[in-house]
């Protein structure tokens, strides 16, 4: 089995910052090899993508994340990493780390992994 484990949510006052993280557990080959994904669902809304990473280490945001929020990964922690400044009260949700395809030690490939979330309140 494999697992992703998001942590860094909490409370932040509007314009702040967080980083939000996400480790793939240690039956996960590699992060680096495949897309991963943050996705954000706010109280009564879909959930929304907000930003990808690719195995070349091409990144997309989400229009509402341009210029704010930064995503990358680290190899050595397998684990990948959502910085989210100029933080907003619609910003609010919780959010979730997110792999296509997640590919194990041995080599059996997993899909649509998701990690249970962690939940971000911008408010003053």
């Known amino acids: 089995q494999v697992q992703l484990v998001e942590s860094g949510g909490g409370l932040v006052q509007p314009g702040g910052s967080l980083t939000l993280s996400c480790a793939a557990s240690?039956?996960?080959?590699?992060?680096?090899?495949?897309?991963m994904n943050w996705y954000r669902q706010a109280p009564g809304k879909e959930r929304e993508l907000v930003a990808t990473i690719s195995s070349t280490g091409s990144t997309n945001y989400a229009d509402s994340a341009k210029g704010r929020f930064t995503i990358s990964r680290d190899n050595a922690k397998n684990s990948v990493y959502l910085r989210m400044s100029s933080l907003k009260p619609e910003d609010t949700a919780v959010y979730y780390c997110?792999?296509?395809?997640?590919?194990?030690?041995?080599?059996?490939?997993?899909?649509?992994?998701w990690g249970q979330g962690t939940l971000v309140t911008v408010s003053s």
């Open positions: 240690e039956s996960v080959l590699s992060v680096t090899s495949v897309t």
């Open positions: 997110n792999a296509p395809v997640l590919i194990a030690r041995d080599y059996i490939r997993y899909l649509a992994v």
